[in-house]
């Protein structure tokens, strides 16, 4: 069975950082492509980053600069560090994983972390 599980999330002040984490099991991790979404209030569920079997980060323009991707295959992990948080961040992130390698695998969900930015 799979599960991403998401950690990190939390409050913090506009200008303030958080990392987020989201543990991966049931997976094979290193055949999947790894991302982050963000759901805010209202709002359609967007694609904050990803990144690729091999590493490679892309970013929604919104958080470019600011926003860092990473993963860690032995630890089935991947990260996102936020910096320079702005209110308009504020949201819950989810963690979403697609096996690139196995054709035909549905994507996986984590249940969501909350990020609540104060300006």
């Known amino acids: 069975q799979v599960h991403l599980v998401e950690s990190g999330g939390g409050l913090a002040q506009a200008g303030g950082s958080l990392r987020l984490s989201c543990a991966a099991s049931?997976?094979?991790?290193?055949?999947?492509?790894m991302a982050w979404f963000r759901q805010a209030p209202g709002k359609q569920r967007e694609l904050v980053a990803s990144i690729s079997q091999g590493g490679r980060p892309n970013y929604a323009d919104s958080v470019k600069g600011r926003f860092t991707i990473s993963r860690d295959n032995a630890a089935k992990t991947v990260y996102l560090q936020m910096n320079s948080l702005k209110p308009e961040d504020t949201a819950v992130y989810y963690c979403n994983a697609k096996n690139t390698v196995v054709v035909g695998l549905d994507e996986d969900w984590g249940q969501g972390t909350q990020v609540t930015v104060s300006s």
């Open positions: 049931g997976i094979i991790f290193s055949f999947c492509r």
